[in-house]
């Protein structure tokens, strides 16, 4: 069923305003996509959890940051992200479409620069980040989850010299 915004025009749909689908098909599959609890991260959470950790899921790192963790281990300062080849420009995966290249080129581009400055702003907060593509074997990246959690427990729990 069509929503009263949607309808209009010749062909039967137009979008809305301030809208940048090119068609009602385009709108539908866009407003579709997940921004969390996709396949690729559901699988690696059940496998770090089987691994017996526990963590936040879609929470913010840093509390004045608009950005939030796919896996978030605080008491560690661990930060899981699990990107998307689309959205994040998978140098193996990514196709531009052929629909307005332009907006697709600099959005994916944009989404790269935030990626690398969350990269940066975290890691000189003291967290460890950790980026996976969605195509990644989800055990592998679970093993790297484990090894870099467990690597920073270890090093919280160790005494330091210079205090």
């Known amino acids: 069923m069509s929503r009263p915004d949607e309808t209009a025009g010749a062909g039967g749909w137009a ?5 940048w689908a090119s068609s009602a098909a385009n709108r539908r599959s866009m407003r579709g996509n997940r921004s ?8 690696l ?13 879609a929470a913010k790192p840093l509390p004045k940051m608009r950005r939030t963790a796919d896996l978030l281990f605080r008491p560690v300062r661990v930060a899981v992200f699990v990107d998307g080849c689309f959205w994040h420009g998978c140098p193996d995966h990514f196709v531009l ?6 907006y697709w080129e600099e959005k994916i581009a944009g989404n790269t620069r935030r990626d690398r400055d969350t990269d940066t702003r975290l890691q000189e907060a003291g967290w460890l980040v950790l980026r996976f593509w969605e195509h990644q074997d989800p ?8 090894k870099g959690v467990s690597a920073r427990k270890a090093e919280l729990a160790r005494p330091r010299l210079d205090q």
């Open 45 to 57: 959470r059940r496998l770090v959890h089987a691994a017996g950790l526990r963590y936040r899921v």
């Open 139 to 146: 055990a592998s990246c679970a093993a790297a989850v484990v």
């Open 15 to 19: 979008a809305p305003e301030g809208s």
């Open 97 to 102: 479409p052929k629909t307005n290249p332009a």
């Open 36 to 43: 969390r609890d996709t396949k690729p991260e559901v699988a």
